[in-house]
């Protein structure tokens, strides 16, 4: 609510918050969407229609570090065909002009803010100001909603090692070589792995350890 009055008090009458779990983590597919300001029928059809899939401007935040005004779009990228008929969709809602916020969060754990105004154009200054508000919310969030998620059993750190290698994309082969194991050993964790994550085959578990956090550095 803090930030909501501050990006208020900023001068823009819209605001919308967007958070897409990512692949592999425990809320995977439950997309939170926010929003103050909007027409309540647009709100509603965004979800309903999961129109973030066709949002050029959640698109591209998630793949910049800076904010920047929705009318400049079309010179960050070329748009697709729905993405183009999105802005259109915006357009005939009768939204005005805005800024598109990305915010970041641990293990991938992104989100987008964004912000329409109806008056001056926001200054660089007062963008950034909005970002630093944007992540500080987006980080609470990420905090509270972790408390929420179910947990994880743990790994052991010779499991933790070995899905380092699956996610590598190495065979069982090798990674019997690299661990100086038996292949029979590494079956033997490979199967105590997915029960405990709860997934049948390789590619799952891979997903599973990045989207949660268990392997790091990449």
């Known amino acids: 609510m803090a930030a909501v009055n501050y990006f208020l008090e900023s ?9 897409l779990p ?3 983590a425990p ?3 439950k997309v939170r969407v926010s929003a103050h300001g909007f027409p309540e029928a647009w709100v509603l059809q965004y979800i309903k229609e999961k129109l973030y899939r066709e949002d050029p401007l959640f698109a591209t ?3 910049t570090e800076v904010p920047f005004h929705w009318h400049d779009i079309r010179d960050l990228r070329a748009l697709t065909e729905s993405e183009d008929a999105f802005m259109a969709r915006l357009a ?3 939204l005005s002009d805005g800024i598109a916020i990305p915010v970041f969060g641990p293990n991938g754990r992104n989100g987008y803010f964004g912000l329409g105004y109806d008056g001056p154009k926001p200054d660089a200054p007062t963008m950034y100001r909005c970002q630093a508000v944007g992540q500080t919310a987006h980080l609470r969030y990420c905090h509270l909603q972790r408390n929420r998620l179910p947990a994880i059993q743990p790994l052991s750190d ?3 090692e070995l899905l380092h290698w699956v996610v590598r994309g190495k065979s069982n082969g090798v990674i019997a070589d690299i661990m100086d194991i038996s292949p029979h050993t590494v079956d033997a964790y490979l199967r105590r792995v997915f029960l405990k994550l ?4 390789r590619i799952s578990a891979a997903v599973q ?3 949660s956090g268990l392997i790091r550095g990449y």
């Open 198 to 201: 709860g997934t049948s085959n």
């Open 22 to 24: 990512p692949l592999g």
């Open 209 to 211: 350890a990045l989207g």
């Open 92 to 94: 005939a809602a009768g």
């Open 158 to 160: 010779r499991e933790v």
């Open 61 to 63: 935040a998630s793949t």
């Open 11 to 19: 001068g823009f009458a819209r605001i919308s918050y967007l958070h």
């Open 27 to 29: 809320d995977e597919g």
